[in-house]
């Protein structure tokens, strides 16, 4: 008896452990991604409780239980257990060892009369809900056009499911290509500072279709991001000693040792000229390839090293690190100044001068 007792408790436990929600304050730039590129070793527990073991990834994502069979569409409905793998043409969640994503499959001959989800879990204490994506693909099954649907449901208990309409992807036909991305879609307000928040990715039989077999659509880059509800302040510092390395006639790599104190996120701006004609601005994002003035944005991420591409040989490039802070609400804030004067190499042939200067320059020869 002691030694039942013993392996019940080992069992609670793995599965309280093996499924936790993602934190999004702990995510980079609160911002959480999941492309399933090791979805072939996400292993559920085998107490089909629809929580996983392993994997990498895994851990925030759970499978549901049977539970019902109508009305179809509803969140809180799954009429095909999601807590294990199917294959072929079994419906419920399955692995896409090609493409490396994962799959719902929901078949039928009659619409609206079969359903299966998978939840992601989330947590996002201290912080507002952002947007969703994810992208999608038809994949055929068989032989037939009959269709399929995918819908997203929110929820902050597990019992009361709401759906983000904006992310629908409704009646794909099965055998005719179809893929896309959902870009962007608001995340509900309930969501804000929730610890425990659940996004369903739910299928179902969709409605039309004269015969043969419904397609499985494949779910992936699946991106969450939270906002900051901590108000932005700029910098106080820039960061120090750009240097460079890896230099070619097409590419060259910097990198600087991080502002003190510390900010969360470096914009790094190149030119052909030695000031920029405009300065970045607060309030607003930048991605790369955006020009500022007569400058090109490189990078803006928490990395203290970039990479420069796309370079014309013979030519003087100038380089600018603006420390910014984006995980505020109101962000992105920036120093606009410079106020660390940096020692610059300047390259002729195979001489090198140095200078004290407010920015840093390289030729690339």
């Known amino acids: 008896m002691k030694f039942f ?5 080992v069992l609670v436990s793995l599965s309280v452990i093996s499924q936790t929600p993602a934190v999004m304050t702990s995510q980079p730039n609160l911002t959480y991604t999941e492309n399933f590129t090791d979805i072939l070793n996400w292993s559920f527990n085998p107490n089909n409780d629809g929580t996983f073991v392993s994997g990498i990834g895994s851990v925030p994502w759970k499978g549901v239980a049977a539970n019902g069979t109508t009305p179809i569409p509803s969140g809180p409905v799954i009429t095909l257990a999601s807590t294990y793998f199917s294959f072929s043409y079994f419906g419920g969640v399955q692995r896409d060892s090609l493409n490396r994503a994962l799959i719902l499959l929901t078949p039928g001959t009659t619409d609206n009369t079969n359903s299966t989800g998978i939840d992601l879990n989330l947590d996002f204490t201290g912080v507002d809900a952002g947007t969703l994506s994810f992208s999608y693909q038809m994949i055929r099954n068989s032989t037939g056009d009959r269709k399929s649907s995918v ?185 606009q100044y410079y106020t660390i004067n940096y020692d610059c190499c300047y390259q002729f042939g195979t001489a090198c001068m140095y200078y004290t200067r407010k920015y840093c320059n390289r030729t690339i020869l």
Do not use: M, W
């Not at 007792?5 to 408790?9: A, G, N, W």
């Open 5 to 9: 007792y013993t392996l019940l408790l």
């Open 151 to 335: 819908r997203v449901y929110a929820s902050t208990d597990g019992i009361v499911f709401n759906e983000i309409t904006a992310a629908q992807v409704l009646n794909i036909t099965n055998n005719v290509t179809n893929f896309g991305t959902i870009l962007n879609v608001a995340l509900p307000a309930s969501f804000n500072n929730a610890p425990k928040a659940i996004i369903r990715f739910y299928a179902h039989n969709g409605s039309g279709g004269a015969a043969g077999s419904r397609p499985k659509i494949s779910i992936d880059n699946v991106k969450v991001t939270a906002l900051s509800t901590t108000p932005c302040t700029a910098p106080t510092a820039q960061p120090t000693g750009l240097i460079f390395s890896n230099i070619s006639d097409k590419a060259i790599t910097g990198s600087f040792t991080a502002a003190n104190p510390a900010s969360d996120n470096y914009l790094v701006i190149q030119s052909k000229n030695p000031a920029l004609s405009a300065l970045p601005v607060n309030g607003t994002t930048y991605v790369a390839g955006d020009n500022i003035g007569d400058g090109t944005v490189v990078t803006t991420t928490a990395a203290t090293t970039f990479t420069a591409t796309g370079l014309s040989a013979s030519t003087t490039y100038y380089f600018f690190v603006f420390a910014t802070n984006r995980i505020c609400a109101g962000g992105p804030s920036l120093l």
